[in-house]
C-alpha cells in the first residue's frame, strides 16, 4: 500500500496535468475571457440547444423518384423511335401502377422494339440486376417496369445531388458551420447553429425549385378544365396564385436546369419583383428554338408543379436570358434566385422533424446550468469534508480533477456539450464521490474490526475497488444504450455520464490511493480521523 | 472536530422484519402504477405522439397573455393546446398533439407548427419565438419504438452482466427490482402527468443504472458475509448487510440527491422534467434496493451452500496469528 513506484506517481500527475491542461480553453472560453491563440485551443464546443440553432430532418418519398424516372422514361422511348432506322409504330402510351405501357401497333415490330429500347436499360447495383424490367404481354403490350434495384439507385443518386442542392443553398444563407448528413436512403439531417430564423431556412429547404417552360394547350374547352379534363397529350396545372386552371402540354418543354445564373431584381417599367435567368448554351439554344417556333403562343412559366405566370411569346428570345414574373415580394424573389442558383432539388424534401433553439433561450440554459453544477458542487464539496476528514479533502479534489478532466477530454476528442450532457456532469459530480465513499465507509468498517491503520486502508480500497468495479459497469451499459438509441441532445448526455464513469474511477480510486499512500508514508499517523 | 455521520456506527435495524409489509406495498404501487398507465395514460409529449411545442417569451410583457393564446389557437382548428409557463411568468410553451387522422399525413405537423407560430407572432408583437420542436407522426413512431429498444436491450444487458458476475439468482433479484424501479417511476409519471419525452427515457436508463449500482453494492457485501458468516441464518445475514453498507447507501443518495435537486430548482427549466424524473427514480431506487432487491434473495433460496467459502489472503494470515496466540 505504502509503497507506490515513482514512475506510476509520475504517470499519474503527468495524466492530470495534461487532461487539466486540455481544459483551460473550454474554462476561459465559457467565462469569457481571451485564451492566447498561438497556444492549442481545444475548445468544447455547444451543441445546438445549447449555441441555439436548428436541427432539420428532410424526407424524400421514393414515389416521386419512381413518378420521374416513368415520365423520363416516356421522353427517352419517344426520342429513340424519333431517331429509329425504321419507323415503328406505337400506341395507347400511359403510366399507371408503377409501370410504362404502350402497344405496338405491327405485331412484327416487337423484336425491334425490344432491341429499341434495351439500350435505355443498364445495370443497377452489384447484382447485376438491370435497372428496367421489360416484359411483353398479350403479344404487342410492352411494360416496362423500374426494378426495386433500379429505384434504390435512382433515390441514391437524387439523395446526392438533393444533399449538395440543400448545401449550395444553406451555404448562400451565409451561416457558420453548417452539418449536413444523408441519413439512412431518404433522409438528410441540416443542422445550423446559432440561426435567427429558422422559417426561411425551411422555405428555402421546402422549395424544390423545379422550374419548366411549356407550351400552353389552347384547344382546352373552359368546362374541361374546370372538370380538370385535359386534351390528349396534356396536363393541367393551377396557378400559383390559386383560382384557376390551365392546360399545357406535357411533353416537349424546357426544363429550367440548365441555368448559370439566376438574381432577383425589379423591373423598372412594371415596378414588379422578378427573377432574372441566365441559361447555359445548351439551354439557351433550347429556349430560342422554342420561342422561335412558337411566336405569338403563350407558354406558362412553372414552378413546382404551378403556374407563375402564362405570357405570349411577343418575340423569339436568342439571347440565352429570360425574367420571370409571378407576383413575388422582395423576399421570395431573392429566395427563388437562390433556390435557382443552387439547382432545383430532384426530389421534393419534406420536413418531418424540427428542433430549434432561439439564442436566449440556449444562453440562460447554459447560464443556469452552471450554478446549478456550482452550487451542487461546492454542497457536496462540503458534504463530504465534513463528513471523512482528510481523506474527505483527498476525495473533493479528486472530484474537482475529475470535473476538469471531463471537460478536457470532450474538447480534445470534439464531443458537444447538450442541455442534458450539463445534466450529466452534475450527476457525474454527485456520483463520482460514490467510489470514495465506498472506499471511505470500507476502511471505517476495517478500523472498527481493529484492523491497523494501513491494513485498513489496503483492505478498504482493495474490497471496495471490485464493488466500484462491477458498480461502474452497469453504468456503461445504461450509457452504452443511450449513445446507441437516442437522439443529439441524449446522445451528448451518454457521452458525458461514459467519461466520468472513466475518469472518477481514475480520479477517486487511484489518484486519492496515491495521495492516501503519500499521506500514510510521511506522517506515518497513528490513527486516523475518519 | 467530529465528522458528520449521517447514519450513526453499528445500526442494527430490523429490515427484514418488514419484508411482508414492504413488498406488499411495493406490489400495490406496481399495480397502481399499471392501472395508471391505462386509465390515466401517460402525457406523452410530442417526441413520441407528433406534434409541435413552441417556446414562447413575450419580452414586453409581466405575464404571458395565456387566455388570449388559447382562444387563438383553438381557432385554428387543431384543437385544444397545452399552455404551460416554462421558468418566467411571460415565458410559455405551447404544446399541440397532431390531430386524430393527421398523424400518417406528410408535413402535418409542420404545416401546423408554421400556422401556430404564425399566429402568435401576429397576434403579439413582443412575441419572441425561443424554440421549436415539430415531430411528424413518422418520426414520433420511430422514436417510440428506438426509446422503447434502448430500454429493453438496457435491461437485458445488465441481467446478463449480473448472472456472469453473482449467482442466477441475484440476477434475477436485480431484474425484478430495476423491472420494480421503472414501473414506478413510470407510474409517478402517469399520476402526475408531467410531459413524458426522449430526455424522460434517458432519465430512466439512468434510473436502472444508479438502481443497479445500489443493489450492485448490497450484493456484493451479501455474498462477502454469506462467505464469512457461514451458519447465520439468513435473514439475519441479510439484515447485517443491509445496515453495514448503509451509511454508504444513504451518502452515496445524498450526494447525488444534492446534485439533482440543485439542477431542479437552479437550473434551466428545459430540463426540469428530467430533473425530476431523475429524482423520483432515485428515491424509488434507494428504497428497492434495500426492500426489494434483498428479500427477494429468500424466497430465491440462497444461502451459504450457494457458495464455496474463499478466506482472503489477509484474513487467513489473521487467523493463523490468532491460533498461535
Known sequence: ?530 | MALLKLVPDNTNIKFLRWQWPTTIISLALMIGSFVLMFTNGLNFGVDFVGGEMIRVTFTQSKEAPVPALRTEIEHLGYGEPIIQTFGAPNAISVRMRLPEGAERAEGAAEAMTKRISETIKAAHSDARIDGVDSVSGKVSGELGWTAFKALGFACIAISIFIWFRFEWQFGVGAMISLVHDVVLTLGLFALTQMEFDLTIVAAVLTVIGYSLNDTIVVYDRIRENLKKYRKMPMEELLDLSVNETLHRTVMTSVTILIALFALLLLGPKVIFGFSAALILGLFVATYSSIYAAAPMLIWLNVSSKSFVPVESEMDRQERLARERG
Open chain 1, 1 to 530: 500500500m505504502l509503497d507506490f513506484p515513482r514512475w506510476k506517481q509520475a504517470w499519474y500527475w503527468f495524466l492530470t496535468a495534461v487532461a487539466c491542461l486540455a481544459a483551460l480553453p473550454s474554462i476561459f472560453s465559457i467565462a469569457g475571457a481571451p485564451w492566447p491563440t498561438t497556444l492549442p485551443h481545444p475548445v468544447i464546443s455547444l451543441g445546438l440547444d445549447l449555441a441555439g440553432g436548428s436541427h432539420i430532418l428532410l424526407e424524400a418519398s421514393p414515389d416521386q423518384v419512381v413518378r420521374q424516372r416513368l415520365e423520363g422514361m416516356e421522353e427517352n422511348v419517344r426520342a429513340k423511335l424519333r431517331s429509329a432506322p425504321r419507323p415503328i409504330q406505337i400506341g395507347d402510351i400511359s403510366s399507371k401502377d408503377g409501370s410504362l405501357t404502350f402497344m405496338v401497333v405491327n405485331p412484327g415490330d416487337v423484336d425491334a422494339m425490344r432491341e429499341l429500347i434495351l439500350p435505355l436499360t443498364s445495370g443497377a447495383g452489384l447484382t447485376g440486376q438491370r435497372d428496367w424490367d421489360i416484359q411483353v404481354v398479350d403479344g404487342t403490350r410492352f411494360v416496362l417496369t423500374p426494378t426495386k434495384e433500379g429505384i434504390d439507385q435512382a433515390v441514391s443518386n437524387a439523395m446526392d445531388t438533393a444533399t449538395e442542392v440543400v448545401r449550395k443553398r444553406i451555404d448562400a444563407l451565409g451561416t457558420r458551420e453548417p452539418t449536413i448528413i444523408r441519413q439512412g436512403a431518404q433522409r438528410i439531417v441540416v443542422q445550423v447553429p446559432g440561426l435567427k430564423d429558422p422559417a426561411a431556412l425551411k422555405a428555402l429547404l421546402g422549395q424544390t425549385a423545379k422550374l419548366e417552360f411549356k407550351l400552353v394547350d389552347t384547344s382546352a374547352l373552359p368546362s374541361d378544365l374546370a372538370q380538370g379534363i385535359a386534351p390528349p397529350g396534356s396536363e393541367i396545372v393551377p396557378y400559383a396564385e390559386g383560382g384557376s386552371m390551365i392546360a399545357v402540354k406535357r411533353l416537349g418543354g424546357i426544363k429550367g436546369d440548365s441555368l448559370t445564373d439566376a438574381r432577383a431584381g425589379n423591373n423598372s417599367q412594371t415596378n414588379e419583383n422578378i427573377v432574372s435567368i441566365t441559361f447555359d448554351q445548351q439551354g439557351g439554344e433550347k429556349f430560342a428554338k422554342l420561342t422561335s417556333e412558337n411566336v405569338h403562343k403563350p407558354f406558362a412559366i412553372i414552378l413546382d408543379g404551378k403556374v407563375l405566370s402564362a405570357p405570349n411569346i411577343n418575340e423569339p428570345i436568342l439571347g440565352g436570358q429570360a425574367q420571370i414574373s409571378g407576383s413575388f415580394t422582395a423576399q421570395s424573389a431573392n429566395q427563388l434566385a437562390i433556390a435557382l442558383r443552387s439547382g432545383a432539388l430532384p426530389v421534393d424534401l419534406k420536413v418531418i422533424e424540427e428542433r430549434s433553439v432561439g439564442p436566449d433561450l440556449g444562453a440562460d440554459s447554459i447560464r443556469k446550468g452552471m450554478i446549478a453544477m456550482i452550487v451542487g458542487t461546492v454542497a457536496i464539496i462540503v458534504l463530504i469534508a465534513a463528513s471523512y476528514g482528510r481523506l474527505g479533502i483527498y476525495a473533493d479534489i479528486a472530484l474537482v480533477i475529475n470535473v476538469l478532466m471531463i471537460l478536457g477530454i470532450m474538447a480534445v476528442v470534439g464531443a458537444s456539450l447538450t442541455l442534458p450532457g450539463i445534466a450529466g456532469f452534475v450527476l457525474t459530480i454527485g456520483a463520482a464521490v460514490d467510489a470514495n465513499v465506498l472506499i471511505n465507509e470500507r476502511i471505517r468498517e476495517e478500523r472498527r474490526r481493529g484492523r491497523r491503520i494501513v491494513q485498513a486502508i489496503e483492505m478498504g480500497y482493495k474490497e471496495a475497488s471490485r464493488t466500484i468495479f462491477d458498480a461502474n459497469i452497469t453504468h456503461v451499459i445504461a450509457a452504452t444504450m443511450m449513445f446507441a438509441f437516442g437522439s443529439g441532445p441524449i446522445k451528448g448526455f451518454a457521452v458525458v455520464l461514459m467519461i466520468g464513469i472513466v475518469t472518477s474511477v481514475f480520479t477517486a480510486v487511484f489518484l486519492t490511493r496515491m495521495w492516501v499512500a503519500l499521506w500514510l508514508r510521511k506522517a506515518r499517523p497513528a490513527d486516523i480521523h475518519l
